[in-house]
């Protein structure tokens, strides 16, 4: 099983700055199965990214996905009001589905 | 829109039948999967099955406890439960597969519960 490790656990920056989250894999990931997801209080996780660097329908540009191998970043280029939220990571391989454990992003 | 329904407390032991209701996309042609969330915690994912039920996966956590199943004449998913214990507690999701096994699409999760 393919084990993802998120870092940091908590991001904390300002409105308007940059915000780079990084998932690190225990083992190369296979194809381009790699995802990142949005999740807000209370609410269902959000699709962002997946195949590693598309962009989900609706998804503003500041969001970016890049990496391959066993390393990964997501990437908000300006941080806005609503991108506060945790993020995870996601993987499939052999017929398993795993998620990093998150990245709180906080206001400073 | 995905919609759960089924959570509820239980007791150790006790088993339960989650449904996820769909509607506004043609069900029978999507993969499906279900999502748990234990409260402040991260996701884990449960199991999966495909549009025509065959094949279908489960995360080793489940495996031999939880039957997934699906109808598409009624647009449904379905995650039978048994032997459940504390450790099974967690907001339970259902999702969407889409491209590059990810998920696009989540219901709004259902309460699983269990203690005495």
């Known amino acids: 099983e393919i084990v993802l490790t998120q870092s940091p656990g908590t991001l904390s920056l300002s409105p308007g700055e940059r915000a780079t989250l990084s998932c690190r894999a225990s083992?190369?990931?296979?194809?381009?199965?790699l995802a990142w997801y949005q999740q807000k209080p209370g609410q269902a996780p959000r699709l962002l990214i997946y195949?590693?660097?598309s962009r989900a329908t609706g998804i503003p540009d500041r969001f970016s996905g890049s990496g391959s191998g066993t390393d990964f970043t997501l990437t908000i280029s300006r941080l806005e009001p609503e991108d506060f939220a945790v993020y995870y990571c996601?993987?499939?391989?052999?017929?398993?589905?795993?998620f990093g454990q998150g990245t709180k992003v906080e206001i400073k | 829109q995905l919609v759960e329904s089924g959570g509820g407390l239980v007791q150790p032991g006790g088993s339960l039948r989650l449904s996820c209701a769909a509607s506004?996309?043609?069900?029978?042609?999507?993969?499906m999967s279900w999502v748990r969330q234990a409260p402040g915690k991260g996701l884990e994912w449960v199991s999966y099955?495909?549009?025509?039920?065959?094949?279908?996966y489960y995360a080793d956590s489940v495996k031999g406890r939880f039957t997934i199943s699906r109808d598409n004449a009624k647009n449904s998913l379905y995650l039978q439960m048994h032997s459940l214990g504390a450790e099974d507690t967690a907001v339970y999701y259902c999702?969407?597969?889409?491209?590059?096994?990810?998920?696009?699409?989540w219901g709004q999760g259902t309460m699983v519960t269990v203690s005495s």
């Open positions: 996601q993987q499939y391989d052999s017929t398993l589905w795993t």
């Open positions: 506004g996309f043609t069900f029978s042609t999507y993969s």
């Open positions: 195949g590693i660097s």
């Open positions: 099955i495909s549009t025509s039920s065959s094949p279908i």
């Open positions: 999702a969407r597969g889409y491209l590059e096994n990810t998920f696009d699409m």
């Open positions: 083992q190369s990931v296979s194809g381009n199965y």
